[in-house]
């Protein structure tokens, strides 16, 4: 394979980007879409105190779940914790401090970090306290909105199907899902792929990443936890 | 009172009743997701979910499953023909633009006036509202499936909600064991009843006034 622009590397060579206290994006929909291998490496390296960003906190080992069980982090933001009982406990003791966002409302500040905008207005959850307590509001054309502030990371890894070597990346059915926005959002992006192929080989048309967005490629050997419905 | 497995699936398929071809339609959990076993073959439903489906099909066979292709709930899916996939962020747009005809979800309270409350179980951890609030908010009819009374006995529709809300004067529709309800700008309106089920027994199981349609629906099934 060659790799004219010298991103395609190894697990072990992008675990020196991870460090205690950073904050990381990761895509993922109850874990269908987290990258494996990152995430296992992640936490063989130990870093902790993570500050993670993300849909949810799957299961307890699957995707993101694992790192979060094992009390890698501190605060998550999130749209739900609901499948991972062990992420509602540590909220409940205090060791986790969740933010909660409905679950648009963070994919699109998830966007926006990705896009270079600073915020958005939004009219969800205008009535609930969760979601519009301490938010700016703005009144626009005499309606009222909240002030949502885009979403950004030191490092937004992300799992795809196919990537060339620019890192332009294909996903797999429902498992791109929250990958393109995180994709967008990192200082850093990695995408973990299951494939790597030439420059050219992709159909320009059906590229769903623009590898100006990814930063690094590391090959997937695949999920390697067992699904909740397995 | 029924609430047995008839009772699920009557409401599902009074439910399918407000379905029509070319909708694109969102089904929550537990009962609503019965509802597509009561749609005839022709009407053509787009079934939508929040991780970026469109075009959602039955689940597949066992041993047939594709880690790669979940519902929002996670468990395996299929595509129907002419659907497509899209990221998270597109799959709300489409609902915040009011591009999602049908909600149908359940709920554990609804008021008079159509407030929702179904994302904080009471003693339990709060677990988030995930796509809730925006599909509430924002699709164009939001119909809740539920029984009438909950575990206990007590009315789960009433005259303000107990239970924190997940969006206010949302619901268009209410589907339950015993009767259909309009939510109207006057409050409820009872406009059918499930057999063998009278006026009566609906005023009794219901924490608030409504009104009563000229011409009641027998619901046939």
Known sequence: MENPFGKITTLERVLELFHEGMTLMFGGFGGVGSPPALIDGILEKGVRELTLIGNDTGFPDIGIGKLVSRERAVKVIASHIGSNPIAGQLMHDGKLEVEFSPQGILAERIRAGGVGLAAFLSDIGMDNELVSKDKPRFQLDGKDYLIETALTAEVAIVYAKKADEYGNLIYDKSARNTNPIVAMAGAITIAEVEEIVPLGSLNPEEIITPGVFVDYLIPSKGVNWKWAWE | ?221
């Not at chain 2, 799959?91 to 904080?120: C, E, H, P, Y």
């Not at chain 2, 206990?152 to 206010?168: A, Q, R, Y």
Request: hydrophobic letters at 40%; a negative charge.
């Open chain 2, 1 to 221: 009172m029924g609430m047995g497995v008839d009772s699920r699936s009557q409401m599902a398929k009074r439910a399918a009743e407000e379905i029509q071809s070319g909708m694109v339609v969102n089904l929550g959990i537990g009962i609503p997701s019965l509802v597509p076993n009561h749609l005839s073959a022709e009407t053509m439903v787009m079934f939508h979910a929040e991780n970026g489906i469109t075009g959602m099909g039955p689940s597949p066979a066992k041993g047939e499953e594709d880690e790669n292709l979940c519902n929002a709930g996670g468990f395996p899916v299929t595509l129907n023909s002419g659907g497509s996939y899209c990221d998270s962020s597109i799959a709300f747009g489409m609902i915040r633009k009011g591009r999602v005809d049908i909600t149908i979800l359940g709920s554990l309270q609804v008021s008079q006036n159509g407030d929702l409350a179904n994302w904080i179980v009471p003693g339990k951890k709060v677990p988030g509202m995930g796509g809730a609030m925006e599909l509430a908010q924002k699709a164009k009819k939001v119909i809740v499936v539920m029984n009438h009374c909950d575990k206990h006995g007590n009315p789960k529709i009433v005259t303000s909600c107990s239970l924190p809300l997940t969006s206010s004067s949302c619901v268009n529709l209410i589907v339950t064991d015993l009767a259909v309800f309009q939510v109207t700008g006057e409050g409820l309106l009872l406009t059918e009843l499930f057999a063998p089920f009278n006026v009566e027994d609906v005023i009794n199981k219901t924490g608030c006034e409504f009104k009563i349609s000229q011409n009641v629906r027998s619901i046939p099934y």
